[in-house]
Nanobody
Framework: QVQLVESGGGLVQPGGSLTLSCAAS????????MAWYRQAPGKQRELIAE?????SINHVNSMKGRFTASGDKNTLALQMNSLEPEDTAVYYC?????????????????WGQGTQVTVSS
């Protein structure tokens, strides 16, 4: 069984910072990619940043400069600076993983339970 567990959400004032963490655990053969998404109330889930198995990190243009993703093996972090009320959302960790046993199958999409980030004074 594979699990993604996020942590680090909470309430922060405008202009503040938060760091989110995600850890993948369980019966994992290979991790193809990990990513951060967010979903604000009444809006679609949107990609923030992703990291590939080769280690390259891609950030969505609109979030470059304020949001920085980093990762190592089976962990993924998201450093968020200069937070704005519009950043209020549930933040989700996503990963494409091949679970054990590895028969050469295509990866499966896994999601964490989400962590709430609220930016408010």
């Amino acid at each position: 069984q594979v699990q993604l567990v996020e942590s680090g959400g909470g309430l922060v004032q405008p202009g503040g910072s938060l760091t989110l963490s995600c850890a993948a655990s369980g019966s994992i053969a290979r991790i193809y990619s990990m990513a951060w998404y967010r979903q604000a109330p009444g809006k679609q889930r949107e990609l923030i940043a992703e990291i590939t198995s080769a280690g390259s990190i891609n950030h969505v243009n609109s979030m470059k400069g304020r949001f920085t993703a980093s990762g190592d093996k089976n962990t993924l972090a998201l450093q968020m600076n200069s937070l704005e009320p519009e950043d209020t959302a549930v933040y989700y960790c996503n990963a494409e993983i091949v679970p054990r046993p590895d028969y050469g199958q295509t990866p499966t999409d896994y999601w964490g339970q989400g962590t709430q980030v609220t930016v408010s004074s």
